[in-house]
């Protein structure tokens, strides 16, 4: 098993109801101090006018004080190495990263395809504006990544360090941290119009993720997942009451002229994450054998 980054919950300044308040903090932050940081966008004007490609970047510039904010907590306040809210040592996880993409890109078409040949969901492709779009998507890149990572970094990095000091149970750490963040997506749910167990949507990516983290130690393979899938979403599909266009496209790359059920969604989403979960663990078995006899061949 990886190194874990969970083992940092207990470096530096320890304290469990400083890591509670932090977690409460940190959520808070992520949810209502981002409209604290657009207000100065916001006297600039309607920025709803704007150009798709100014408003992208004001809204990247948005988001950079959310991802910096847990990194300066945990340096500041717990007085430990910024980065230990995220891996075990300050290294690029390349591997995990890919794995998350890969196993994202998989889910996604999968379940794509579900929709379209097994429950009859209409399907049809377009091809966008590309003056329009190639700026947009670009900008989409960095953007949707730091609006991901932020999350990744606050639930199932700080938030886990902060259930570990509790207790030491991984399926509590996981349901813990999955529920905290599924609950603040309940606006999301009544968006979409689905009742209030459409929360559980929102509980199994969580529950994925927190696995993820614990097979394999670190924040990066759902950071990859998480980036690729909200990527995909709202720039190549995007899904609005049953339809969908791609930002600023006038038309869309895919989109559909309806919705699976509730219902029928839940179910494909957890046979697909199963499934998934199990090709990643095998992966990750096969990577940490070979990873150990390498280690323990004799120099020669």
Known sequence: MAQSFLNWAFEGRSNKWLYAAGFIFLIVMMHYGAALFFLPVTLLGDYTTWPPVVANLAAMLVLLPI????????????????????????????WNFGMGILASLIVGIGTWLYYGLVLGVPISFGAPHWATYLPVFL???????????????????????AVRTFTASPVAIVVVTALAFALPHYPNVLMIGWPWWGLINYALPALLFGWMVFRTGSLWMPMGWHWFNNFALGQLIEVNNGTAAGPAAGTAIMFSDGRPSLGQQTVATIVCYVLIALLINYLVGRREAAQGDRDGQPAG
């Open 67 to 94: 991802i910096l904010i847990p990194f300066l907590w945990v340096w500041l306040v717990h007085r430990r190495p910024w980065w230990s809210i995220v891996v075990p040592k300050p290294r690029f996880e390349a």
């Open 139 to 161: 900008i989409a890149i960095p953007k949707v990544f730091m609006q991901t990572t932020a999350e990744e970094i606050i639930f199932r990095g700080y938030g886990m360090q």
